[in-house]
């Protein structure tokens, strides 16, 4: 098994480069980046991967879109109207807007992507609970009316992925990906190019039309200054870095931390950080299957956490990075509060945790943990999970795959040896779990988050969250909510940390923001 260290390989040493086409080829009208993953499927209701939605917002727009401040501005929407008693949304779209077929945006089809993106998003359901009926008032207006107000329709639609798709593709259940990618957005994906875990095209739709603003986060206008866009997908890291110190590449987005230090040394290369929310460490436990579907048990984990492990085994040496301790809401975020904390702040221990493991009745099954060997950051905190559970008596196996059969694996319900799985350790974007409307924060079993946990008492006070008149109740009802989640244990906070990125000093005009952002970015003369 290979350690973090190891992951870094003899690239840097023996100067190996990416397989693509080199930088005199490419032009400056093309620019080269390695994204952190590959993906499996490219549809971002199916799976809410952060690889898989940094695709979406090239290839689809959205009604609003929220600036780096969280604050909901109309995007393909020109705007809209809300009636006095609060129940009635008119929205009516912009001018212009065409599919990247050539087909006219209607409002028909804003209308199916909510109802799609609703089936799984959290905002979504509880906007769907909340609507007595959504329907297409003509091409380019259509009304969503309420049973009960919902304040927070725009940031719904501005900052939860709901991406607007053609009719047809919307109409499709969540439960299955679409088969076809016909994009709403500034850069159109070549479906005929891509090869799942080499590389990914897109070009610019140059019949996009951007908004005048200046570009915000997700406001804004959205102009694009390349051709195309190609993704070289590159498990190892260390190659990765010597492609972007000699030029055959422009961007990569997530650096191995062991080899920041060298990058910020290498001339010609930028290291930044454009993410203001970071990114949460997280073990994903399966609910369905045994031995997690016993509450008893996953409790029995938490005295055996230890933050600290987990964060040194994603940063190395780079803790100027870190922030610890986590909980359930992004450190630092005004829904953060200690409630429950001791479970992952007290005194670590394993003799208590050995013996709630024994209390709890695990009856010695072996513990699939899902290892994606070529995720540095994934893989690391694998095998301190493997390790750990190993110390409080579970029997484990590692189980090496990539991240791309990672995403494809955790969908299956199925017992480990039918093709499931019990545990995988993945990341959480910061600015998504900064409210209870964090994806992985559902208790409502087959619909929720990979896990599938079945907590009546999260939802419930999710509703009530989204209800809240001020500030101050929110606060108090995300306390609840944590208190909530360490009784239920959906899933366990890790840490969290800052990721940099690191590009080719030519390039400017990068974004502030949770993911990737391929708009505005230019490369000089």
Known sequence: MLSRRGLIGTALASGLSLPSVGRAQSGARRLRFVPMAAYSSPDPIWTTAIVVQTHALMVWDTLYGVDIGLTPHPQMCAGHDLSDDRLTWTFTLRDGLLFHDGEAVRAADAVASIARWAQRNSFGQLLA????????????????????????????????????MPERMARVPSSEAVREFVGSGPFRFRQDEWVSGVRSLYER????????????????????????????????????????????????????????????????????????????????????????????LRRALLPAIDQREYVAAVLGEQADYASIPVGYFTAGSPMASDTGMASLTGPRDLELARRLVRESGYGGETILIMDPGDQPQMHAMAEVTSATFQKIGLKTELVAMDWGSVLTRRAVKKPPAEGGWNVFNTRQAGLGAADPASVQLKGNGDRAWFGWPTAPRLDELREAWFKADDLAAQKRIAAEMQAAAFEAVPYIPLGQWSQPTAFRTELSGFLKSANPLFWNVRRSA
Not at 207 to 232: C, I, M, N, T
């Open 129 to 164: 609970a909340a609507t007595e009926e959504m329907k297409a008032l003509d091409d380019r207006r259509f009304s969503i009316r309420l049973k009960s107000p919902f304040p927070q329709m725009l940031y719904a639609l501005g900052s939860q992925g709901c991406y607007v």
């Open 205 to 296: 739709f140059d019949r996009y039309v951007p908004r005048a603003e200046p570009p915000d986060y997700l406001a804004g206008g959205k102009v694009v200054h390349f051709d195309q866009v190609e993704w070289s997908i590159q498990p190892d890291p260390g190659t990765a870095v010597s492609a972007l110190q000699s030029g055959e590449v422009d961007w990569v987005d997530q650096p191995l931390f062991d080899l920041v230090p060298t990058l910020k040394r290498s001339r010609g290369v930028t290291v930044q950080q454009l993410d203001p929310f970071g990114l949460i460490g997280i073990i994903a436990l399966n609910h369905l299957q045994p031995p997690f579907d016993n509450p008893k």
